[in-house]
């Protein structure tokens, strides 16, 4: 059993700043990939950061610029942190993680931006 715990979402002002962490944890083998995702209201999800074992990483080019992936190897965690926040990126993020040949997703957390 896999599981993903997110935490750091909330409400913030444009052009603030917020830090999503994800931990994994449970019968981890193999990690490929871990990543974020968000889903806004009557849209759907897309890709937001992801980084590779490799430390590859690849943004969605409405971030790019402004948000930045992480991970914490020891922890088998990632972050991402978000600046310039903007209304446009109020969503719920979901940690993603692509290991034991499975897709693990997290619980979802929400970010609320304010003009």
């Known amino acids: 059993q896999v599981q993903l715990v997110e935490s750091g979402g909330g409400l913030v002002q444009a052009g603030g700043s917020l830090r999503l962490s994800c931990e994994a944890s449970g019968s981890i083998f193999s990690i490929n990939a871990m990543g974020w995702y968000r889903q806004a209201p009557g849209k759907q999800r897309e890709l937001v950061a992801v980084?590779?074992?490799?430390?590859?990483?690849n943004y969605a080019d409405s971030v790019k610029g402004r948000f930045s992936i992480s991970r914490d190897n020891t922890k088998n965690g990632v972050a991402l942190q978000m600046n310039s926040l903007k209304p446009e990126d109020t969503a719920v993020y979901y940690c993603?993680?692509?290991?034991?040949?499975?897709?693990?997703w997290g619980q979802g957390t929400q970010v609320t931006v304010s003009p």
């Open positions: 993603n993680l692509l290991a034991n040949l499975n897709v693990y």
């Open positions: 980084i590779t074992k490799g430390g590859n990483t």
